[in-house]
């Protein structure tokens, strides 16, 4: 057998490097895979704990990072998104989830002279795995498939990794000075110790795990010595969640706080156990020594035991964090635009959570604009001062969500992120815009019938008659536009144009009637100045809703829009029928 060198060292830290530049490969493309649905998931399921241990284990395997999961966590519940008490059972069961990574690594371990078995070696079947990849990156053009093959890619160099790994260290186990050293873990606590630093240092007990199986690999390690380094591990994964709760609001620090407590309450339950059945008890497994499999075992059993025992109490996790971290007056102290809008940069880790996330804060806005809009045509003919300091209030709010989303999404446009996900970053950026567009117009319907407040002047019946009419179209274009864009509804967003033609046409009309009241001394032209601005704030509003559905149409079905708009208005037979029915009911209405 070769002696342990230098050189040794070298190969051992390369296959380290390859491990862990694997797993990050494999992750990032697990996570585009999964794409949005993470935080869709995440925010349904939370009614129940085993729904959310299940959910926790679930996007865990899919990920393949316990951290990258905690981090996720933290940053919802800063953006308000999810509450603490929702988060526990994630935690837990992502604890559970991150095993499967040492079970997928016990491969490594497999010896056979049969064809067939050998086969599930890593090192038989990485090399095919990773051609797989290749050709998939290089050859395919669909962006789903590129991300399965940079999973392949991830999982082959990984194994490759641990393969370099364990035959690096494999000389150690003729090595006196080696077995010197192991001596030392005979001490459980220096092994809870030696663990958790580790996995603290590198951030992922998945992969201090790997490495620990790598070390199996000398025949030196008895499940004694293992089980406490595992247990070890588990504590020091809580170090990236601590480090992403800096600079959070107090909810968002109660988690890491949480998963601290989870973790080192299993090992306080578990550590005297071992402690008593290796040193007291001597039962003989503790001597054993232990391979691949059996410290994968270990892993899963430890874990599943700490959930089974931990997750009844739950609700007292929840009330130490509570207590650890007390709640102050920050959080109301905050403008109502940033309790609102918090949108979390630990989010981007996971680009398509963060665009989810940034998609729920547009659809707030919109919500927001849309009650805002309607508010300011209510105020144009009774007008009401509380709800229109409520508007202009309102408007803030949403130049104060136009701001942040933007920054935003810039953010997430420098990550890597899916075809599906670039489409929504673009819809959003689009829509924005012409929400806070909107909102203006609302600001200028409000300064319009303050006007006429202070002046002591008003509309005549006929026409607050006429403007009713206008108004429902625009508040039916309003709806239509923002359920297009909130549902993802592109046969929706095709029937906004006919409308928005027809109120261009009613605007033009209700213009001629106002001027024939003009002309016969019917109407004032101060009032005639303010009944124009209304008109042409009504129509830029309907022009922005238009605007909205031709931005769906065009991301969609992938069309430019100015030759949509000029073909289906001159070819479109369902274009002309719809404009005509919408015609005849709002002119109807008019009693023309």
């Keep these: 057998m070769t002696e342990f060198s230098i050189f040794s060292i070298f190969t051992m830290l390369g296959g380290l490097a390859f491990f862990l530049y694997g797993m990050d490969v494999m992750s990032t493309g697990l996570e585009k895979l999964a794409g949005g649905k993470l935080e869709i998931v995440l925010k349904k399921m939370t009614s129940n704990k085993i729904k959310s241990l299940l959910l926790g284990m679930g996007i865990t395997i899919a990920i393949q990072s316990s951290s990258a999961m905690t981090v996720m966590l933290v940053g919802l519940v800063n953006s308000g998104i999810m509450q603490l008490e929702q988060t526990v059972g994630v935690l837990m069961g992502s604890n559970i989830g991150t095993t499967l990574t040492a079970w997928l690594l016990s491969l490594a371990g497999v010896d056979s002279k049969n064809t067939f078995i050998r086969m599930l070696k890593p090192e038989s079947f990485s090399p095919l795995i990773a051609l797989i990849g290749v050709l998939l990156i290089m050859a395919v053009k669909s962006s789903k498939k590129k991300d399965i093959g940079r999973i392949f890619v991830g999982f082959a160099i990984l194994m490759t990794g641990m393969t370099l790994m364990g035959d690096a260290v494999e000389p150690l186990a003729d090595s006196p000075k080696f077995q010197e050293v192991l001596t030392a873990f005979e001490n459980p606590i220096l092994g809870v110790i030696v663990g958790a630093v580790f996995t603290g240092i590198i951030q992922s007990s998945a992969a201090s795990v790997g490495i620990l199986q790598a070390f199996s690999a000398t025949g030196a390690l008895t499940y004694g010595m293992a089980l406490p380094i595992i247990m070890g591990q588990n504590i020091g994964t809580c170090v990236t969640a601590l480090i992403s709760s800096i600079g959070v609001s107090k909810n968002a620090k109660k988690v890491a706080v949480v998963h601290v407590l989870f973790n080192c309450l299993g090992t306080l339950i578990f550590l005297p156990i071992v402690i008593i059945l290796k040193d007291v008890i001597q039962i003989g497994l503790f001597s054993d020594t232990v391979g691949y499999l059996g410290i994968a075992v270990m892993h899963t059993i430890f874990n599943i035991l700490t959930t089974l025992i931990l997750l009844p109490f739950s609700k007292y996790l929840v009330l130490v964090a509570n207590k650890v971290i007390k709640n102050n007056n920050d959080e109301e102290n905050l403008h109502e635009a940033e309790k609102r809008v918090r949108l979390d940069e630990r989010l981007l880790k996971t680009p ?160 001629a009637r106002h001027i024939r009241r003009l002309q016969n001394d019917e109407c004032t032209v101060e009032l005639g100045y303010i009944y124009q601005d209304i008109l042409t704030n009504l129509e830029r509003i309907s022009d922005h809703c238009a605007s909205i559905a031709g931005c769906i149409i065009e991301v969609d079905e992938k069309t430019d829009i100015h030759a949509y708009l000029h073909d289906v208005k001159k070819n479109d037979e369902t274009f002309r029928k719809e404009f005509r029915a919408y015609s005849e009911v709002y002119f109807l209405k008019l009693g023309k």
Excluded: W
């Design 352 to 511: 398509a959570v963060a665009v989810e996330a940034c998609r729920g804060a547009t659809v707030e806005m919109a919500d927001l604009t849309k009650s805002t809009i309607i508010d300011a045509l209510d105020i144009i003919t009774v007008y009401d001062a509380a709800k229109a300091e409520e508007i202009s209030e309102n408007e803030n709010i949403i130049d104060y969500f136009e701001d942040k989303i933007n920054s935003y999404l810039v953010m997430i446009s420098k990550s890597s992120i899916t075809s599906e996900d670039s489409r929504k970053v673009s819809k959003m950026m689009h829509m924005v815009g012409n929400f806070e567009r909107i909102s203006d117009h609302a600001v200028n319907l409000v300064e319009s019938a303050q006007e006429m407040k202070d002046k002591g002047i008003g509309f005549s019946e006929e026409c607050r008659q006429e403007l009713s009419v206008i108004t429902e179209a625009i508040i039916e274009n309003l709806t239509m536009s923002f359920n297009a864009y909130i549902n993802d509804d592109i046969a929706l967003a095709h029937k906004i144009e006919p409308l928005e033609e027809v109120v261009d046409t009613l605007s033009e009309e209700l213009k």
